[in-house]
């Protein structure tokens, strides 16, 4: 969809922005790894999103342009975007093509998401080179949020792809199986993160599927926390240990 496509180019040429650079350096995260996933900025209350293959009389209740300017816009004021000072998270498929969006609020910790016909798409948040990269290596690691994937990807590991919960659904699962015999699962250290390695082990049944876990470092629920807490050249041996 060109109008996702848009935004998505249009955030990620302000990801240098002050506000976001130091909402990810507080988190150890460089510009390198959020460029690698297209990572994006939108630091204004004023959003345009044109789709210029768009339709005047087209299906409103159909329509995923109709649908998504009503999803991210004020009622009935559509020149105020949903959100200000915000990051945005590209979802894509295993083509990279741009299938949805997550948007996470700077000022709150507050995720939205966007969807593209989210029935047939096996949404994720991944490096661009992740499919190649996995397809290569024959493994991939598997994270829950957008953050602990780029954790990943600051510790040197482009074959990561952010399931954005922690569970995989069945077309997460039904297209990571053609890539992959191989998993490592990075999920987070709490009851949820658990259940989601469990029902993956068995949803994904012969495969091998491995956890990456950090026992010496329980304080630390998430990857992100580990990487704040260890830096990145540690959270790179402990990954490598895990290989």
């Not at 250290?189 to 012969?206: P, S, W």
């Amino acid at each position: 969809m060109s109008f996702l496509d848009d935004l998505v180019n249009d955030a990620a040429a302000a990801i240098e922005s002050e506000d976001s650079i130091t909402y990810f350096q507080n988190r150890g995260i460089g510009v390198s790894s959020l460029k690698k996933c297209r990572v994006g900025y939108i630091d204004s209350p004023y959003v345009r999103v044109n789709d210029s293959s768009h339709s005047s009389d087209c299906d409103e209740a159909k329509c995923e342009f109709c649908k998504f300017r009503k999803w991210f816009y004020f009622k009935p004021d559509y020149e105020k975007c949903r959100f200000n000072n915000s990051i945005i998270f590209p979802l894509t498929d295993f083509k990279n093509r741009v299938t949805g969006i997550t948007i996470r609020s700077i000022k709150e910790k507050k995720f939205e998401s966007y969807v593209l016909d989210r029935d047939n798409n096996a949404i994720l948040f991944k490096p661009d080179s992740a499919v190649r990269k996995t397809w290569d290596l024959k493994q991939i690691w598997i994270t829950e949020g957008p953050v602990d994937g780029l954790s990943l990807v600051e510790a040197s590991v482009d074959n990561v792809m952010s399931i954005m919960t922690n569970n995989m659904s069945r077309n997460q699962i039904r297209w990571l199986r053609r890539l992959s015999e191989d998993y490592i699962l990075a999920l987070d250290h709490d009851e949820a993160g658990r259940l989601g390695f469990d029902n993956a082990k068995e949803r994904l049944g012969d495969l091998n599927v491995k956890k990456f876990s950090w026992n010496n470092h329980l304080d630390c629920k998430d990857l992100n926390d580990l990487l704040r807490k260890v830096g990145v050249s540690q959270l790179r041996y402990m990954v490598s240990q895990c290989l």
